[in-house]
C-alpha cells in the first residue's frame, strides 16, 4: 500500500490570528476547523484549505519559506520517500498538537510541511477518510 495525500492546505502567514479569521471565513464560506498554539507562540488555525499562521515577525521567520502543508497517512513513509528524492529536512519529525510533522526542503527549493495527524484530530475534522 502506497502513502496516501489526504489533504493539501495552501499557507498563509498573518499578524494577528483573531484579524485574519473573520475575513477568511466570510469569502471562503468556511468555518473555522482547527485552531490551536504551538509551543513558540505561533497560532494556527485552518479555514477550508487554508492554513492561517500567525505569530510575530521573529517567531514566523524560520516558517515563511513553506509553501503548503500536506496531511498524509504515513509520515515514515513520507520521510523515506523524501529521502529518496534527496529533500533536505528543515524540522522534525517532531510531536504537534495534531500529531507528528517534518518540514523538507525539495531538490529546487519548494518547502513543504508533511503531518501525519493523530486520532483526536481526525475526529476534529469530522473522521478519517477510508
Known sequence: MSMRIFRTYARVYAADLD???APLSAVTGEPITTRFTMPNGLELATIGQILVVAGDE???EPYRATAA???????DECRARLDQTGA???RGPQTV??????TAELPGGVQIEYVEWDEA???RAGGRPR
Not at 502543508?69 to 509520515?75: F, G, P, Q, R
Not at 498538537?97 to 517534518?102: E, H, I, S, V, Y
Request: proline share 4%; no cysteine.
Open 19 to 21: 484579524a485574519a479569521l
Open 58 to 60: 521573529r517567531t514566523l
Open 69 to 75: 502543508t500536506l496531511i498524509v497517512d504515513d509520515l
Open 88 to 90: 533536505r529536512i528543515v
Open 97 to 102: 498538537p495534531t500529531g507528528r510533522n517534518l
Open 121 to 123: 484530530q481526525w475526529q
